[in-house]
């Protein structure tokens, strides 16, 4: 019984495990569906009803299959505290605590319930290969981080010295000066402040040169990672064909 549920759970290549994903996505999308209409100001009672028999229904069936995932688990703490594990508690856990305690401040945990489309990465082999992706470039993108604040903290403190003067409002410390450096070396600049001076517009112009790279580093590392876990996940196919 255990290894048909393990099959059912965790095994999409075989038929019955493919139909069980696809039953889970779909109700995984129209719980979101719900989740938007149950906004919509002037509902009815009736309508209000049958959402929440609708929500009702997912949140069983999103248990059930938390409770069994936990018991065909080899290593059940492991799964628990996994990150499937916790957006799986996510998903159901804003219900109970909604309906067992009436409390105002408990209704913010509904947000949560926007965990769902998380439960989806489950079920998508695309979306694994990017888990494969990360971890293979989890050390490049850490250090890319920490230089991206490194380059964060020196913009900030060179806008500083040369707008404080011309500028003391907008750049009244490096502090201040942290939103024009971040929104200038993503290369968004949303233009509601900028420099006036000459050594402010010349320094802008190589922060803007070395924004361009900030942005294409990273989607250079996950491209490169992308085609290794491709050829990782080919490879084990051809594997387990053998």
């Not at 393990?6 to 719980?31: A, K, M, V």
């Not at 569906?33 to 149950?38: G, H, K, M, N, Y």
Request: proline fraction near 2%; charged fraction near 20%; glycine fraction near 4%.
């Amino acid at each position: 019984m255990k290894q048909r549920l393990w099959t059912l759970l965790e095994d999409n290549s075989t038929p019955i495990g493919r139909n069980f994903d696809y039953f889970i996505q779909t109700l995984i999308f129209l719980s979101l569906f719900a989740f938007a209409v149950e906004t919509l100001p002037g509902l009815s009672d009736d309508t209000q009803a049958l959402l929440l028999a609708f929500e009702t229904f997912c949140v069983v069936v999103f248990t059930l299959e938390y409770v069994l995932r936990i018991y065909v688990a080899q290593n059940r703490l492991k799964y628990i505290f996994s990150f499937y594990g916790l957006v799986d508690l996510l998903a159901i856990l804003p219900f109970y605590l909604t309906t067992t305690m009436d409390l105002r401040a408990l209704r913010s945990f509904r947000i949560l319930r926007l965990f769902r489309a998380f439960k989806l990465i489950r079920y998508n082999r695309a979306l694994k290969r990017f888990h494969i992706a990360a971890r293979l470039v989890r050390e490049e993108i850490v250090l890319f981080f920490l230089i991206a604040l490194i380059m964060v903290y020196l913009t900030s403190a060179g806008i500083y010295y040369f707008e404080n003067e011309a500028q003391p409002e907008s750049f009244a410390s490096i502090f201040h000066s942290f939103w024009w450096a971040i929104v200038t070396l993503t290369t968004v600049g949303y233009g509601d402040v900028y420099p006036v001076t000459v050594g402010g517009k010349i320094f802008t112009f190589f922060v803007l040169i070395i924004g361009v790279g900030i942005v294409t580093i990273p989607a250079g590392l996950v491209a490169s990672a992308l085609s290794r876990a491709r050829q990782i996940e080919e490879g084990k196919e051809q594997e387990a064909e053998m």
